[in-house]
């Protein structure tokens, strides 16, 4: 009954729950040479928050669109003590998340878990858990299209100088258009953010509900594209902030429901149709949230 | 006495070694128009590339003073260059599409130049860009439609609104209506010098067309194999050219 209209079905990268570590792989996959190249782009993009470090990408035993970005970003910080929690849309038992979390298993044996308190680092696809992110925490993003002036410009020539020259004039032309056309502003995912007073980022399509909890968070939060090739991150405690209009604030927005599951009123909820006849239910998406909370 | 808004000194540009213009001098005064006639490949549009920032001279200064702010416009950084060009200059392109965005509406073309200075209050941006959509006679209901419903008169007008919004202080026009049909070209022409009138712009034109100098220029030049040739008060070169090839140039649009 879970919405499943934005999981893939993969056939050829499936791997057995039940399977063993398969010592045949370097440890999560990727060889140490790689890791450390990614390592350091990581670093430079924790010093420069918000700033698209090129990384090259390596070949994924996945397609891009599968978020070989996060996954390789996910491996080069992986160490044995880790507890990995994979969520796509907020559900760990998507198929996606599925895949990648069994990836890890059969690459590193490290410990995996829903529950996102007790995750050391976790990748995500399109969501932000509702449980807030904690000190020590790594928290790693998949990247479709990392550059948020691509749509304007597609000159990477001159995108680039954009960003090193702050010429942002022309980001709130998006704005401007949706509240033209539609009398607010319409984004409602991958929504532009400024980080640190500095870059402008496009945060994923996670929806622009989750952008307010980018901000000041404690978390390490890394995002990685894997096609485009650009790793780019907000260290803890800093600034982020949903571009707006003054007299068209920022509004995260959220459906006038409660989660008919755990009853939540505060959470992002999926819009499910629940028999023939069209009827509507909402559930959070985020599922160890929803579960936790039914539980009590 | 007056300080020139814009000083030229001995500018130079070749592109590997054909020359583009060479030795170029001249200075513009606030309010005054300037227009560059010469053939095709006379270094019209090398000239005025190199004076609007859009192309790096080999050779000379270039001056600006506004408002009492001398900006050596050669020897600034890029960020203050951009920045300059950003809310000091403003580039008529010959074709409006060089110059505009065609998947963003006409409201979001004209609202980018003010968002690129600074502004971030919708309804202040949406009101003036209505008030310029006006100025420049299209009709305000066409607002939010996209430049690819535009015709070519139309997308031009729209462009000459980008440029202006922000009150620039020199404005670039290289052959504004060089790509239109004749028909409507009398009409752009028109509004260029009713807003140049009104405004009490600064403008340097590039033209081909000597017509289009006689009505819009007060000063112009003439230039021949990247050089200046002639330069004077449009009235008198037009009256009196003083160059043999000015007198052909002068003599050939009289005879049609
Ligand atoms: N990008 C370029 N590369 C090489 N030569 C060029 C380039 N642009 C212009 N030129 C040459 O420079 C000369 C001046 O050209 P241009 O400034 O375009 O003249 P105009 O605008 O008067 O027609 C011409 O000989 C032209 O062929
Ligand atoms: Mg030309
Ligand atoms: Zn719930």
Not at chain 1, 73 to 101: E, P
Not at chain 2, 82 to 92: E, N, Y
């Amino acid at each position: 009954m879970r919405k499943t209209n934005n999981v893939i079905k993969i056939k050829d990268f499936k791997v057995d729950k039940g399977l063993p570590f398969d010592q045949e792989y370097n440890f999560a996959y990727l060889d140490e040479n790689t890791k450390k190249m990614i390592r350091r782009a990581i670093i430079k993009a924790l010093c420069i928050p918000g700033y698209q470090v090129p990384f090259a990408s390596r070949e994924m035993p996945m397609p891009y669109g599968w978020g070989t970005g996060g996954v390789q970003v996910t491996a080069s910080c992986l160490t044995k003590r880790d507890t990995l929690k994979i969520i796509d849309q907020g559900a760990d038992d998507t198929t996606n998340a599925v895949s990648i979390r069994n990836f890890f298993k059969k690459t590193s044996n490290i410990k995996t878990t829903e529950i996102t308190e007790k995750a050391t680092l976790i990748q995500t696809r399109h969501r932000i858990p509702e449980t807030p992110l904690k000190k020590k925490q790594i928290f790693v993003y998949q990247v479709p299209i990392p550059e948020p002036l691509a749509f304007l410009e597609p000159k990477v020539s001159e995108t680039i100088k954009m960003h090193s020259l702050s010429e942002y004039g022309a980001m709130h032309v998006k704005l401007y258009e949706d509240i033209s056309k539609n009398g607010h502003i319409e984004t409602a995912y991958a929504y532009p953010v400024k980080t640190n007073d500095r870059y402008i980022m496009d945060p994923s399509p996670i929806p622009k509900f989750d952008n307010p909890k980018m901000n000041n968070s404690p978390a390490i939060q890394l995002f990685g594209a894997g096609r485009e090739q650009r790793i780019y991150a907000i260290p803890p405690y800093t600034k982020v902030k949903s571009l707006d209009f003054e007299d068209y604030p920022f509004d995260p927005f959220k459906a006038e429901h409660a989660c008919d599951i755990c009853g939540s009123k505060n959470t992002y909820l999926d819009e499910i149709i629940v028999d023939d006849a069209g009827n509507k239910s909402f559930i959070c998406s985020d599922t160890d949230f929803c579960n936790k909370r039914k539980n009590k | 006495m007056i300080i020139p808004l814009l000083k030229v000194t001995n500018l130079s540009k070749s592109y590997d070694n054909i020359v583009g213009c060479k030795n170029i001098s001249m200075s513009l005064y606030p309010g005054e128009v300037l227009g560059i006639v010469g053939e095709s490949g006379s270094g019209k549009t090398t000239l005025i590339n190199c004076l609007s920032g859009n192309l790096e001279p080999d050779r000379g200064k270039i001056i600006f003073n506004i408002n009492n702010k001398k900006t050596d416009f050669l020897n600034i950084s890029e960020s203050e260059k951009r920045k300059f060009i950003r809310t000091d200059l403003a580039f008529v392109h010959q074709n409006p599409r060089d110059g505009l965005r065609l998947n963003v509406s006409a409201g979001g073309n004209i609202g980018e130049k003010l968002m690129s200075v600074g502004y971030r209050h919708y309804g202040n941006i949406r009101s003036l860009a209505t008030k310029w959509i006006n100025k420049v006679e299209i009709d305000k209901s066409r607002i939010d439609d996209l430049p690819i419903t535009f015709s070519g008169g139309m997308l031009q007008r729209l462009q000459i609104a980008k440029n202006l919004i922000t009150s620039p202080n020199v404005i670039f026009m290289d052959e504004p209506t060089g790509g239109l049909d004749v028909s409507v070209q009398a009409r752009v022409l028109d509004l260029i010098r009713s807003l140049v009138n009104e405004l009490n712009l600064t403008v340097i034109i590039v033209s081909h067309d000597l017509a289009v100098i006689r009505l819009l220029a007060d000063k112009m030049i003439v230039m021949k194999n990247g050089t200046v040739i002639e330069s004077g008060l449009s009235d008198q070169v037009l009256e009196d050219p003083q160059q043999e090839y000015t007198q052909l140039l002068v003599s050939s649009v009289l005879h049609v």
